[in-house]
Each structure stands twice: as C-alpha cells, then as structure tokens.
C-alpha cells in the first residue's frame, strides 16, 4: 500500500508537468508532419520530374538529411538562424519555432521518399488511361495517381508521425518544455533519476501505441473501400 500511495501522490503533484510536456510533443510533431508533407511532396514531385537540376537539388536534400542526426540538424538552425535573425523579428528566435522548423524540414525528406514510392507504386497504366481520357499530366496526377498514392502511404504517413513523436524529445537540449524536458525536470526537484523517466516513457508509450490502433482500425477501412 505504501508503495501504491507514493505512486499516486508522485502523479497527483506532477501529472499536469507531464500533460504540459505532452501537449508540447504533440504540438511539435503536428507542425512538423504538416510543414514536412507540404515540403515532403515538393521534394518528391522534384524527384520525379524529368528535370535534372530539380532531381539533383532534391536528391541532395534528401540525401543530406536522411544521412545526418536529427540532433545534428536542430542545433545547426536553432544556433544558426539564431545568429541572423534580427531583433525585431525575436518571437523567430523562440525554441519551439526553430525546433518546430528543424523537426519540419528533417521530416520532409523522409515524406519525400514516402510520397515518392507510393507514387511509383501506382500502376503506369492509370496515368496512360487518364492522358487517354483527355486529362492534362497535372489533372491526371491530382484526381488519378495522387488519391492512389495517398492510400498507400498512409500507413507510413503515420508511422513518421509516431516516429516524430519520439525523436522530438531531442528538443529538450535546446530547452523546449516538451515531455523529455519535464521528466529531466521533475528528476532534479525530486532527486530522483528513474520514476520520472519511466512515467515519461509510458506516456509517450500510450500516445505511439493509441496512433497505432488507430492506424490499424483505419488500414481495415481502407482495405474495405
């Protein structure tokens, strides 16, 4: 009982840190999904353009994020953007601005091939029946392949937004108040260095596997349709 009683006092102080801390995690991830699909499938029409120059600069881009750390990336825009942003424009320098802007343009090279592979895995026959049917390449891809692709990427859609969800608690480096932050905080007030982590841990455990029962009862409707 003792035990059990400590365990609920610990929650009853600090479980509004923790909610915070979520609530910011979940925020990060949100901008980041959304800002890294819009960028993610510039990239990825990029990719497959017939020019080569934008084949190249997307490529490169691709390339050059996916073979470096998240947390490499984070402190080269916090501290970078940091330096060049004016005064005048201080609500820029906030932490959850540049992490938010950091965590975006990491994601959108994974969207990119993403959204790149699900466009290829749409049959070349449904393209060549929708030029057949009189529609323009560009109307051929946004009422044809793009519902098509978008299907069958999905289900990595969300698994980068479960993997954003994770990787976001690098962010706390740079101060951002995000779960991480507030278990590390929690840790130093109450000096102690495991039960803050594990109660951090299985919230993000609780927000990752809710996304992926949701993903699953989706992915059957789908399947469905």
Do not use: W
Request: hydrophobic share 50%; net charge positive; aromatic share 8%.
């Amino acid at each position: 009982m003792g035990f059990l009683t400590n365990q609920i006092n610990f929650l009853s102080r600090y479980l509004p840190t923790y909610l915070r801390g979520a609530l910011t995690t979940v925020e990060l991830s949100v901008v980041g999904v959304i800002l890294g699909l819009t960028l993610g499938i510039l990239l990825a029409l990029m990719k497959i353009s017939k020019s080569k120059i934008l084949n190249a600069i997307s490529g490169a881009y691709i390339e050059i994020v996916r073979g470096t750390p998240m947390l490499v990336q984070i402190m080269i825009v916090y501290f970078g953007l940091k330096s060049v942003i004016p005064d005048s424009l201080a609500f820029l320098k906030a932490p959850m601005f540049l992490c938010s802007l950091s965590i975006s343009l990491n994601s959108a090279a994974y969207v990119a091939e993403i959204i790149r592979s699900g466009i290829n895995s749409v049959d070349k026959g449904q393209m060549e029946a929708a030029r057949s049917l009189g529609l323009s390449h560009k109307l051929a891809m946004k009422k044809v392949i793009m519902p098509q692709a978008v299907k069958n990427i999905l289900p990595a859609l969300v698994n980068e937004f479960i993997t954003l969800i994770k990787e976001s608690s690098i962010t706390y480096t740079v101060g951002v108040s995000e779960l991480m932050y507030a278990g590390k905080n929690i840790s130093s007030s109450t000096y102690e260095f495991t039960k803050p982590f594990v109660y951090a841990a299985l919230i993000y455990f609780i927000m990752t596997f809710s996304l992926s029962k949701a993903m699953g009862v989706l992915e059957r409707r789908l399947a469905n349709d």
